[in-house]
């Protein structure tokens, strides 16, 4: 049997997926002048890969 999850919104994993959402938004609009078309559960989807080695070159300490 799991744990009980804590809230997931405050997890600081959830945080930078949110924070990188809204960076690509920015950074598509800035480019093309138009929103983007599609969800962040596509983005995301499309991205795990990439965003999961990102957060944890960014934010994971090594193991000694």
């Known amino acids: ?3 009980p999850m ?3 919104s405050m997890r600081p994993f959830r945080i930078f997926l ?3 959402w809204e960076e690509h938004k920015d ?3 800035d480019w093309t002048n138009k929103p983007v078309t599609y969800t962040s559960e596509q983005f995301f989807r499309k991205n795990k890969w990439y965003l999961k080695a990102l957060y944890s ?8």
């Open 1 to 3: 049997m799991k744990p």
């Open 6 to 8: 804590k809230d997931i």
């Open 18 to 20: 949110k924070h990188m």
């Open 27 to 29: 950074e598509v609009f």
């Open 57 to 64: 070159k960014l934010y994971k300490t090594p193991k000694e």
